[in-house]
Structure formats: C-alpha cells, structure tokens
C-alpha cells in the first residue's frame, strides 16, 4: 500500500518531468544562427523516365528566306557554303533514257515491241502506218476494214512465224 508521502512525491516527480518535457519541446523550435554551408554530398541515382509532355502548339511559319548563292556549269550545280567558300559541282542531268519511236515512223522497231498475250477487246486500239501517216485504229475499225470479222484465210504471221490458214 502507499503511503501520503510517497503520492506527494510521485505528483512531484510527474510535475518536474512535465516541465522537462515543455523545456525540450520549446528548446527543439527556438533557432539559433544558422550554420556554415557543409560538403557537397555524392551525386545520387538518376531518378526514373518521366511521362512524355502533350504537344505544343504549331509555330508561326516562318519568313521566306534568300535564294542561297549558287554556280551553274551546264547541267552541274553547286552552292554557296554558310562558312565561305564553294560546294562540289553536282551533276543533275540522269543517264539517256532508251529510244522511243516517233509517230512518224522513225526509230521505230516494231520488233523490239513485247506479244500481246491475253484478250483483245474491240475498243483496244493498234497503230496503223498508211501512205507515211501513223494512225491509231480500235480493232473494231480493223473488223470493219476487213471484211467484219471470221478466221483469218490464207498467209498469216503468228508470233513471228508464217503460217498458211485453210
């Protein structure tokens, strides 16, 4: 059992370590003078990828700017360069494409020209060399030229070759 002094002196003990506490708690937010500056720390860890942002909005266009100076020697060209001086001449003239016929009949190899292979419809059309004009016919002019159609009768040239038809 406990005795009157010993409560008088529990109440006691409590009071003075409610005022410690309340002397530490005041001691812990008073601020003093602040400090020196101490040592850069070692550098830490990249931190990870962040989110991409939205899109900005579309610019102004800009101004036109100057023709940049340039040299042409025939078909070559070449340009100023931005520090001074001058680029390499740049040819701009391709190879010689292969040799087309003219419609009047020169250069004109009817040799050289792929078989039709397939089914000819009667708006299909052929060119036709007549009197030294070139014309163009639809095979349903060449029918009517003809005779209107039916097999062919007599010599006739199929793929290159002549063949006799009876």
């Known amino acids: 059992m406990q005795s009157d002094d010993d409560v008088v002196i529990t109440v006691a003990l409590l ?15 008073a601020k003093g003078p602040q400090g020196m500056q101490g040592e850069q720390g070692p550098q830490g860890e990249p931190g990870p990828q962040g989110e991409q942002g939205p899109r900005g909005p579309k ?8 023709i940049p100076a340039h040299e042409w020697k025939g078909s070559q060209l070449r340009f100023e360069k931005p520090g001074g001086g001058w680029g390499d001449y740049k040819e701009l003239r391709g190879p010689a494409g292969a040799a087309g016929f003219s ?17 000819a419809e009667l708006t299909d059309y052929l060119v036709l060399r007549h009197g030294g004009i070139t014309y163009r016919i639809t095979l ?23 063949v006799t038809v009876t």
């Open 140 to 162: 349903a002019q060449l029918a009517a030229v003809i005779g209107g159609g039916g097999s062919p009768s007599g010599a006739v040239t199929v793929n290159g070759e002549t």
């Open 15 to 29: 009071d003075q370590l409610e005022k410690i506490r309340r002397m530490a708690e005041a001691t812990s937010k």
């Open 59 to 66: 610019g102004d266009k800009g101004e036109k700017g100057d």
């Open 103 to 119: 419609a009047d009949g020169e250069n004109f190899d009817p040799a050289a020209l792929p078989l039709f292979e397939g089914t």
